[in-house]
């Protein structure tokens, strides 16, 4: 029994990783909001996903249980409800897969996240504005 459960969770958990291209539609769509976990000083001295907004990993529990003044006063966005598209980034996938462990423990059920993180998505946009060039 524990080995199909197993088996469930690991199928369940490849449907919450959202690619490259899928961002980037879900981007141009807007119908999520991005949110990047890694510290301020990283998004200030390497930049950001255009479009997502910074909330560190260790003030995302806080953050999805703010109210929603609160919420817009600090991250200026309006807070996200459990119905909406969150996708959770990083550097590389790691912080941002805890993220989303919150999210969908607080009841945020179609929060996602993106694996490649800004290392990905920093080796994509290159090799794009390379190629249109």
């Not at 807070?79 to 462990?101: H, T």
Request: proline fraction near 2%; charged fraction near 30%; include cysteine.
């Amino acid at each position: 029994m524990r080995s199909i459960k197993g088996s469930c969770y690991n199928f369940c958990t490849v449907s919450k990783d959202v690619t490259y291209e899928e961002l980037k539609n879900l981007l141009s769509s807007k119908n999520i909001m991005l949110i990047d976990v890694r510290e301020k000083w990283e998004i200030l001295e390497y930049g950001k996903i255009p479009g997502s907004i910074n909330i560190p990993l260790h003030e995302v529990t806080e953050a999805l249980q703010m109210d929603s003044r609160d919420f817009e006063e600090k991250y200026h966005e309006v807070k996200p409800s459990k119905s909406d598209s969150l996708v959770f980034s990083c550097l590389a996938g790691v912080r941002s897969k805890e993220a989303l462990d919150t999210a969908r423990s607080l009841g945020f059920n179609s929060a996602k996240h993106y694996a490649g993180g800004w290392k990905e998505w920093v080796t994509y946009e290159f090799s794009e504005k390379k190629q249109g060039n």
